[in-house]
């Protein structure tokens, strides 16, 4: 059995310290890339895949990010405030669980951007996800056709989707694409504070939970200010 989420965690709360020079006076959600932000980016997406709430976190210049969303409406956006506090990736998503409810949510980088393919990446994510076997699916890039990335990989991937962390000093052919479907539940006993998403993905790893799902498009890694170029130059060259 599928699901089909209708809110969405988008995480925009990081100091966007590879971005600089561009996020010295603006967070990096609201570098634009060919016109748009990326937040409008991700936002955009959501929209499409007809969720109608996006809890979106703020802490660096929040101000900024929650004058850009006041007006939208699809999705509607609803900030969670974390100006006094550092969480994490993993923090931040409890404090927001009470606004997210109780049903699996799709969770955003909102520095992720990518072209999707013949069907929709959201649309692909939902149908793939089950919760009787799944805690977390996340979206997998294949490394080689990713754009501005030079990294080593995240995960390997088996035929059904089962995931397995790159040990130390191995290289992996799939990389985490910024894009998840996850269940509230397994945020059940998570420390409180800051830490990191990372500490759940391995938590469903090792309960043979967690699951991904092959990127159909191309993924664009917006990390540094030359990959904005790259990532321009590939989204104009889709729309063209």
Not at 107 to 121: A, E, F, Q
Request: charged letters at 20%; a negative charge; aromatic letters at 6%.
């Amino acid at each position: 059995m599928s699901v089909k989420p209708t809110k969405a965690m988008v995480l925009a709360a990081g100091l966007g310290l590879r971005m600089r020079p561009l996020t010295e006076h603006k967070p990096k959600p609201l570098v634009e890339v060919a016109g748009r932000p990326l937040l409008d980016h991700v936002l955009d997406k959501l929209a499409e895949a007809a969720v109608s709430e996006a809890i979106v976190n703020v802490h660096y210049l929040p101000d900024q990010i929650i004058a850009h969303v006041a007006s939208r409406t699809q999705p509607r956006v609803i900030v969670s405030d974390e100006r006094d506090c550092v969480l994490g990736t993993g923090g931040g998503v409890v404090k927001a669980l009470p606004l997210l409810g109780e049903a699996p949510f799709f969770h955003l980088n909102s520095d992720t951007m990518w072209i999707d393919g013949v069907r929709p990446n959201l649309a692909r994510l939902a149908e793939a996800f089950d919760p009787k076997r799944m805690d977390i699916l996340l979206l997998m890039a294949p490394t080689a056709s990713s754009i501005g990335y030079g990294g080593c990989g995240d995960y390997a991937m088996l035929p059904d989707g089962t995931l397995r962390k790159r040990r130390e000093n191995q290289v992996v052919p799939f990389v985490y694409a910024g894009v998840a479907i996850i269940s509230p539940a397994i945020f059940a006993d998570a420390p409180a504070g800051e830490f990191s998403l990372t500490k759940i993905f391995d938590r469903a790893n090792e309960a043979e939970r967690l699951f991904g799902l092959r990127l159909d498009g191309t993924w664009m890694h917006v990390g540094t200010p030359d990959a904005v170029a790259l990532a321009e130059e590939a989204f104009l060259e889709s729309v063209a």
